[in-house]
């Protein structure tokens, strides 16, 4: 899977990273990458392990740019935001929306009515 975040700066690198769901309903998700300069935690050596937290919304959106992952390709990237930074993840297309309905779930964002 790919990374990327906001930083002061802007958008950071595509970054190689895995996400790590915790137990439903309301485990926490870590993501994990081995460059934290990459993802715009430049004071941290090594790689990171953080949390998703205060995510205000998630949602899909199409892959729109050539120098994003699955470019050509009937995809999309899954967006976290928070007030803080908005995190996108960019992953093979048939595990995008599985995995945008175990996010809305885990982080309370989940529609009750669907």
């Known amino acids: 899977m790919q990374l990327r975040r906001t930083s002061a700066r802007g958008w950071g690198p595509w970054t190689p990273?895995?996400?790590t769901l915790g137990s439903l309903p309301d485990g926490v998700v870590n993501w994990?990458?081995?460059?934290?300069?990459?993802?715009?935690?430049?004071?941290?050596?090594?790689?990171?392990t953080a949390t998703f937290?205060?995510?205000?919304?998630v949602w899909l959106r199409?892959?729109?740019?050539?120098?994003?992952?699955?470019?050509?390709?009937?995809a999309e990237i899954v967006v976290l935001r928070s007030e803080r930074a908005t995190s996108e993840l960019a992953l093979a297309p048939?595990?995008?929306?599985?995995?945008?309905?175990?996010?809305?779930?885990?982080l309370?964002?989940?529609d009750d009515d669907a």
């Open 17 to 19: 990273a895995t996400i």
């Open 108 to 110: 309370g964002l989940a």
């Open 94 to 106: 048939d595990l995008t929306g599985p995995l945008l309905d175990r996010l809305a779930e885990q």
């Open 53 to 57: 937290t205060e995510i205000d919304d």
């Open 32 to 48: 994990h990458a081995e460059d934290p300069v990459a993802v715009g935690l430049p004071a941290i050596r090594g790689p990171i």
């Open 62 to 74: 199409p892959v729109r740019f050539r120098t994003e992952a699955f470019w050509g390709m009937d």
